[in-house]
């Protein structure tokens, strides 16, 4: 797989989870086992703004990596964004994977870190190769 292959697959399951989180954020996080009616009302609420917050991040981050996968690029510049998006994920999987089992315990956190171990093998597969860009 191509680099600009694997941005533009990043950047539509960005924007479509971007969708997702922004307009149903008290749906997307009741996936991940945060319920309305338990604890505080207010503190559902506080989670699912944050839930919207991370739907507009993400559907932002979508169109920022369609238009980069857009651009032609040189290897030196192409590698910057390979090491860039290798640290984000190995962050995001890291967070993803101490939430599911520490907190999460769902099939959705499992899907989500099983996701954001996909993207970071996949990316680091592309930095370590560094051919047919």
């Known amino acids: 797989m191509k680099f600009t292959q694997l941005l533009a697959i990043n ?27 338990e604890g505080s009302p207010m ?3 506080y989670a699912a703004s944050f839930a919207r917050l991370l739907g507009a991040a993400l559907f932002g981050f ?9 651009q032609p690029g040189s290897a030196p510049g ?15 999987f890291f967070v993803a994977i101490t939430q599911q089992v520490s907190i999460w315990g769902t099939i959705a956190g499992w899907i989500t870190s099983g996701l954001l171990l996909a993207l970071l093998m996949a990316y680091i597969y592309l930095l370590i190769r560094r051919t047919g860009e």
């Open 11 to 37: 950047a539509i399951l960005f924007v479509g989870l971007g969708i997702a989180f922004a307009l149903y954020g008290p749906l997307m996080i009741a996936m991940f086992g945060i319920m309305e009616g």
């Open 43 to 45: 503190m559902f609420w």
């Open 62 to 70: 979508g169109f920022l990596l369609w238009a980069v996968s857009r």
């Open 78 to 92: 192409q590698q910057g964004i390979k090491i860039a998006l290798v640290l984000a994920y190995a962050l995001s």
